[in-house]
């Protein structure tokens, strides 16, 4: 569970990045934030928002 934090940070980062550049991640924005922060409670490190959009 260590890093969990900056590795949320990071994987936001990231993605709001790639939001730039692509108009349906900008509007998911705040829905990603949401299950983002969820999922990272529920497992740690899986961010299936993540998978999908690699």
């Given amino acids: 569970m260590e890093n969990v934090k900056e590795m949320f940070k990071r994987e936001t ?12 991640l900008e509007k998911l924005k705040a829905k990603r934030k949401r299950t983002l922060s969820r999922s990272l409670v529920r497992r740690h490190c899986s961010f299936p928002v993540l998978r999908n959009s690699k």
Avoid: C, F, M, S
Avoid at 13 to 24: C, T
């Fill in 13 to 24: 980062k990231k993605l709001l990045k790639a939001a730039h550049k692509n108009p349906l």
